[in-house]
Every structure is written in structure tokens, then in C-alpha cells.
């Protein structure tokens, strides 16, 4: 027994109590009081692990069974070949819970070849139409190269051709810049002389001169028009106004049933107009 100066009513003697493990080296080293639990072995000893055979520590009083080896091993997954670091209980006892993170490097069935890039644990296939790169393709019809790309695995789509083209447009003599799918036509102003009316045509060169109106005699008409209108409501006011003019401008007695019969033809125009 080893004493300590007594500085209170708590006993300062040490413990020294065995524990269940029966070690003499890990007697209870704590003060006799306050009370504590002398049932569990808090010593730190050795363990190595039966299965992997790696060492680590624990309390003496932890069960063997209730221990699990987490020290990080580098494992080679079965199902793709990919190395993985995972924790040594996992691999031993939850190996179908690993997933493979890593990218599938297998190759699609296509006529490129891709490289898959889906995440190796997902599940997907390799065939030529699972394939999603992105790549340029041409347009069957005339063999220029698409504006835009396609997926690797999708058929063709049915787009329209944007490559440029110069066509020389024989009766016009106009050099046109067309797209390859839009229509052989010329698109240049005709500025031709108007059968009709002698104005030059706005037309594009591809279309008869009579084919749409004639621009400056439509403009012309439309400022006629306009002209007219404004002229016809400015006589409208003046009508208005000499209708609303009173009947008894002159001076009358207030009395007399002129007044009277002046001032309700008046109401009644107003309610007319």
C-alpha cells in the first residue's frame, strides 16, 4: 500500500484492486475514493487480429470479437481489375458493399473505338449505340461537314447543310453566296424598269418585276390617302362647330319662349353629335 497526506476525509490510499483480466501489472492504479468501477481493465495491451494477422491496441477489457481491423490496405477489385484503398474489415467481411470510383476504361463497339467514361461501378453497357462521345459527322445528301455534333451511338440527324456555296445565277449575271440547302435563286435587288409604271423594281432578282406591288407607287398612294383623310377631318370640325354655333346670339328677354325653344334645339344637336 502507498499513502498520501490526508488533506480531507476522502481515503488517499491507491486502489491497487485487480481487475477481471487477473494481470498484476494492471491493478486499479486510481485513489481509494472517490468509489469507481473496478470491473473493467482500461490498461492499453497489444491485439493482433486472427484473420489479417495486423496489430493494433485496445483496452484490456474490449472483447476480442467486438474489434475491427481498420487499417487501410490496397485491395484489387474482381469484377474490373481497379485497385482500391479500403479499411481491412470492410474487405474481409463487407466486400460486396466496395464500389469502384474509379472511370471504366473499357472500350465501346463503335467504329471509333471510344473509351468508356461512365464510373466504372455504374451500370452500363459498351455497345456501339451506348456510345457518348461527342463527334462531327457529314451530311449524307452532299457529303459537307454538319455545323453541329452528334452523339457517337444516335443515327444521323436530319439537319441542313450551312456550308457555303457561290453560284453564278446565268440570266441576272448576279454572283450569289447561297447555303448548300437553301434554293438556287438570286436574291439580288432586280432594279429593273416597271413594266407597268416605269419605277425601278424592288423585287429580288429571282422574282417577276409584276409579281408584288410596285414600292414607290404604293408609298405615293399611301401619302395620298393620308393627305385626304387629314383634309376630311379638319372639314369634319369645321362642320361641327357651325352646327354647335346658338341660335340666340342676339340679345333677347330672358322671359321670352324663344330663349327657351333656342336653348333646347341646342341640347339636342349636342346629344346628336
Same mark, same amino acid.
Given at each position: 500500500?502507498?499513502?498520501?497526506?490526508?488533506?480531507?476525509?476522502?481515503?488517499? #490510499?491507491?486502489?491497487?484492486?485487480?481487475?477481471?483480466?487477473?494481470?498484476?501489472?494492471?491493478?486499479?492504479? *486510481?485513489?481509494?475514493?472517490?468509489?469507481?468501477?473496478?470491473?473493467?481493465?482500461?490498461?492499453? #495491451?497489444?491485439?493482433?487480429?486472427?484473420?489479417?494477422?495486423?496489430?493494433?491496441?485496445?483496452?484490456?477489457?474490449?472483447?476480442?470479437?467486438? $474489434?475491427?481491423?481498420?487499417?487501410?490496405?490496397?485491395?484489387?477489385?474482381?469484377?474490373?481489375?481497379?485497385?482500391?484503398? #479500403?479499411?481491412?474489415?470492410?474487405?474481409?467481411?463487407?466486400?460486396?458493399?466496395?464500389?469502384?470510383?474509379?472511370?471504366?476504361?473499357?472500350?465501346?463497339?463503335?467504329?471509333?473505338?471510344?473509351?468508356?467514361?461512365?464510373?466504372?461501378?455504374?451500370?452500363?453497357?459498351?455497345?456501339?449505340?451506348n456510345c457518348s462521345?461527342?463527334?462531327? %459527322?457529314?451530311?449524307?445528301?452532299?457529303?459537307?461537314?454538319a455545323h453541329r455534333?452528334?452523339?457517337?451511338?444516335?443515327?444521323?440527324?436530319?439537319?441542313k447543310c450551312m456550308?457555303?456555296?457561290?453560284?453564278?445565277?446565268?440570266?441576272?449575271?448576279?454572283? *450569289?453566296?447561297?447555303?448548300?440547302?437553301?434554293?438556287?435563286?438570286?436574291?439580288?435587288?432586280?432594279?429593273?424598269?416597271?413594266?407597268?409604271?416605269?419605277?425601278?423594281?424592288?423585287?429580288?432578282?429571282?422574282?417577276?418585276?409584276?409579281?408584288?406591288?410596285?414600292?414607290?407607287?404604293?408609298?405615293?398612294?399611301?401619302?395620298?390617302?393620308?393627305?385626304?383623310?387629314?383634309?376630311?377631318?379638319? *372639314?369634319?370640325?369645321?362642320?361641327?362647330?357651325?352646327?354647335?354655333?346658338?341660335? %340666340?346670339?342676339?340679345?333677347?328677354? $330672358?322671359?321670352?319662349?324663344? $330663349?327657351?325653344?333656342?336653348?333646347?334645339?341646342?341640347?339636342?344637336?349636342?346629344? #346628336?353629335?
Amino acid at each position: 500500500m502507498y499513502y498520501v497526506q490526508n488533506n480531507n476525509n476522502w481515503c488517499k #490510499v491507491i486502489c491497487n484492486s485487480s481487475f477481471p483480466c487477473g494481470i498484476e501489472k494492471h491493478r486499479c492504479k *486510481q485513489l481509494c475514493t472517490p468509489r469507481h468501477d473496478d470491473s473493467k481493465c482500461r490498461a492499453m #495491451v497489444k491485439f493482433t487480429f486472427i484473420v489479417c494477422q495486423h496489430t493494433t491496441t485496445k483496452h484490456c477489457y474490449i472483447d476480442e470479437k467486438d $474489434m475491427k481491423c481498420k487499417t487501410k490496405i490496397l485491395v484489387k477489385l474482381p469484377r474490373c481489375g481497379h485497385e482500391k484503398e #479500403v479499411e481491412c474489415h470492410v474487405w474481409f467481411f463487407e466486400k460486396n458493399s466496395v464500389i469502384c470510383t474509379e472511370f471504366c476504361s473499357k472500350l465501346y463497339d463503335c467504329p471509333y473505338q471510344h473509351k468508356c467514361g461512365e464510373i466504372c461501378s455504374r451500370s452500363h453497357e459498351h455497345f456501339a449505340e451506348n456510345c457518348s462521345v461527342k463527334i462531327d %459527322f457529314e451530311i449524307p445528301k452532299c457529303k459537307h461537314k454538319a455545323h453541329r455534333q452528334k452523339l457517337c451511338g444516335e443515327p444521323i440527324p436530319d439537319v441542313k447543310c450551312m456550308f457555303k456555296l457561290k453560284i453564278y445565277k446565268g440570266n441576272c449575271g448576279h454572283e *450569289q453566296s447561297l447555303k448548300c440547302s437553301e434554293k438556287e435563286e438570286c436574291k439580288h435587288i432586280c432594279n429593273k424598269l416597271r413594266p407597268d409604271c416605269g419605277h425601278p423594281c424592288a423585287n429580288i432578282c429571282s422574282k417577276s418585276c409584276l409579281e408584288e406591288d410596285c414600292q414607290i407607287c404604293t408609298e405615293e398612294y399611301q401619302k395620298s390617302l393620308d393627305a385626304a383623310k387629314k383634309l376630311a377631318e379638319e *372639314q369634319l370640325k369645321i362642320c361641327k362647330l357651325n352646327i354647335a354655333k346658338p341660335e %340666340f346670339i342676339k340679345l333677347l328677354p $330672358m322671359s321670352t319662349s324663344e $330663349m327657351v325653344d333656342s336653348i333646347h334645339a341646342k341640347e339636342k344637336m349636342q346629344y #346628336v353629335l
